[in-house]
């Protein structure tokens, strides 16, 4: 079975703080994703990797960033934490479209951030 | 913003009915997925129809897809009360994946 591993369920940091999100993925997918989960307003797309050092931006990456050095693992990265950023962070990979037939995402138990 | 619209938003029907949910979006695609969420979890992967197809069914899951009107519909059959969820739909274009809004599924007993 895939497996996606977030390193922490629930995370509160104070205003201002540097933050890092980390996510690992066993199953030697391509891509890996990052969402933020807000009530009312679905999943939005933040930043996501088609490759180990590449990544390209989403609809919402203002105040994040993401380090992808290795395949299996994509980290998100909050420079200076605010309160707006206070969301559940879903992570997610899958393989690349190119040549494979299924390429749905697979997705980690979401790190619930209270930022304070 | 290229998020899609799940349609409608909220659903509440009886144990046993049919639920039908909508799903429009507005950019080319690859591929169209429906994920489903139970609260406060991880989603779940339910179906993917690729662009070059209209129809797909897997147990009690229905997916149609209409490319010239960019929308897809799925349908869940005699409903169950574990049904109780959020169903999202995403459109895959190349490396990018794309969700909705998603529609809250109440089942009632």
């Known amino acids: 079975d895939v497996k996606v591993t977030q390193s922490s369920r629930y995370l509160v940091k104070r205003t201002g703080e540097k933050v890092f999100l980390e996510c690992v993925q066993d199953?030697?997918?391509?891509?890996m994703f990052w969402y933020r989960q807000d009530p009312g307003l679905g999943l939005r797309l933040i930043y996501f990797?088609?490759?180990?050092?590449?990544?390209e931006k989403g609809d919402i990456p203002e105040g994040y960033s993401v380090s992808r050095e290795k395949k299996e693992r994509f980290s998100l990265i909050l420079e200076s934490a605010s309160t707006n950023q206070t969301s559940m962070y879903l992570c997610?990979?899958?393989?690349?479209?190119?040549?494979?037939?299924?390429?749905?995402?697979?997705f980690g138990q979401g790190t619930r951030l209270t930022v304070v | 913003s290229q998020q899609g619209e799940e349609d409608p938003q909220a659903l509440s029907i009886q144990e046993g009915e049919n639920a039908t949910m909508n799903c429009s979006y507005k950019?080319?695609?690859?591929?169209l997925q429906w994920y489903r969420q139970n609260s406060g979890r991880g989603l779940v992967h339910l179906i993917l129809?690729?662009?070059?197809?209209r129809e797909k069914h897997s147990g009690r899951l229905r997916v149609t897809l209409d490319t010239s009107k960019k929308s897809s519909s799925l349908l869940i059959t005699a409903s169950r009360a574990a049904d109780t969820a959020s169903y999202f739909c995403?459109?895959?274009?190349?490396?990018?994946?794309?969700f909705g809004k998603g529609t809250r599924l109440h089942i009632l007993p």
């Open positions: 995403a459109t895959r274009w190349v490396d990018k994946i794309i």
């Open positions: 129809i690729r662009s070059n197809e």
């Open positions: 199953m030697d997918h391509e891509n």
């Open positions: 950019t080319s695609i690859n591929n």
């Open positions: 997610a990979s899958s393989f690349g479209l190119r040549g494979v037939q299924n390429t749905e995402a697979f």
């Open positions: 990797s088609y490759d180990v050092k590449m990544k």
